[in-house]
């Protein structure tokens, strides 16, 4: 069965240093791996994909993400954290068997940036 | 444009009550999903709607959820004979079949709160 697994609950940066939230997967095939942030009482904001191509995915907000397929990660980065990154972060994949597109999320990971 | 919305943004209601939680999709979107975000967990897949075919129900918890999408627009998901562990955010999505974009855009959601 397909599924997302983000092993950190909570992820603590200060600002201006770089941040990495992890994520791995296991689908069948080959994957189309997202992610999408969640800030306090809004719904999901979609960041990046990851469908095919370059291993190296660039989205909003100075974010990017690496697909490795050997290692199944999608590890989401930015090189310089800002306080107004602190926010819920998901990862997701969609198997691309499925003709519905759902997604499949990880349990989310918090990221908190101190000043 | 207008995004995904969804009323009510909150809703409070005793055990054994039914609810309607309503989703508007961005317009021309012909996808169109549901799912649970419980606390402290991530996004759980409820039901997808496309165009006229038949629902994927597969991710509906129980015979209490039901959904329907009126005119391939709206829709509102029901959920009958309230339980406590109904208690959630219900975030809806939709997205522009037909394209290689494959990302949903969430509306804020709509808390419920069975108490």
């Known amino acids: 069965a397909q599924s997302v697994a983000q092993p950190e609950d909570q992820v603590n940066v200060a600002e201006g240093n770089p941040l990495t939230v992890k994520c791995t997967y296991s689908?069948?095939?080959?994957?189309?791996l997202f992610w999408y942030v969640q800030y306090p009482n809004r719904g999901l904001q979609f960041l990046l994909k990851?469908?095919?191509?370059?291993?190296l995915v660039k989205g909003s907000y100075g974010f990017e993400a690496e697909f490795n397929k050997s290692q199944t990660s999608f590890h989401l980065k930015k090189p310089s954290a800002l306080v107004s990154d602190s926010a819920l972060y998901f990862c997701?994949?969609?198997?691309?068997?499925?003709?519905?597109?759902?997604?499949?999320f990880g349990s989310g990971t918090r990221l908190l940036v101190r000043p | 444009g207008a995004g995904v919305s969804q009323s009510p943004s909150n809703k409070v209601t005793e055990k054994g009550k039914d609810v309607e939680l309503r989703c508007d999709p961005i317009?021309?979107?012909?996808?169109l999903y549901w799912y649970r975000q419980s606390l402290g967990q991530g996004l759980e897949f409820l039901i997808y709607?496309?165009?006229?075919?038949?629902?994927?129900k597969s991710g509906l918890p129980s015979d209490r959820f039901s959904a329907e999408r009126t005119g391939g627009s709206v829709s509102t998901l029901t959920i009958q004979r309230t339980q406590q562990e109904d208690s959630a955010v219900y975030l809806c999505?939709?997205?522009?079949?037909?394209?290689?974009?494959?990302?949903?855009?969430f509306g804020p959601g709509t808390r419920l709160t069975v108490t």
């Open positions: 709607f496309q165009g006229n075919s038949a629902p994927d």
């Open positions: 997701a994949v969609r198997d691309p068997m499925d003709s519905s597109y759902k997604l499949i």
């Open positions: 689908v069948s095939g080959n994957p189309y």
């Open positions: 990851y469908i095919t191509g370059d291993n």
């Open positions: 317009s021309g979107h012909t996808a």
């Open positions: 999505a939709s997205r522009l079949a037909g394209t290689v974009s494959y990302e949903q855009y």
